[in-house]
């Protein structure tokens, strides 16, 4: 249950992040913040990232383009900026 809840939160606030920025950016940098406490570096936050990327480049499948990966890769590497430059 805690981690469908983590995924969900995490699709918000990549939508969010996409979009307005309202709160995603805020969201994300609490959440990294959080798992400092629990030793969990920075650097989790870019791969966990990445896990979703891949699972959403699975399930679009050929319509995954090379634009769609730039945009992601560009995002993750602002994610994982922005949660290095909080800790």
Do not use: K
């Not at 990549?14 to 950016?25: N, T």
């Not at 966990?48 to 699972?55: I, Q, R």
């Not at 480049?57 to 590497?77: K, Y």
Request: net charge negative; proline share 6%; aromatic share 10%.
């Amino acid at each position: 249950l805690v981690q469908g809840e983590m995924l969900a939160r995490a699709i918000e606030a990549i939508l969010d992040y996409c979009g307005p920025r309202a709160y995603g950016a805020n969201l994300i940098l609490s959440e990294a913040i959080n798992h400092a406490g629990y030793e969990l570096p920075p650097q989790a936050f870019s791969r966990f990232f990445g896990f979703v990327a891949d699972a959403v480049r699975d399930l679009l499948g050929p319509d995954w383009t090379p634009e769609t990966a730039a945009a992601w890769s560009a995002m993750i590497e602002d994610i994982s900026a922005e949660a290095a430059a909080a800790l």
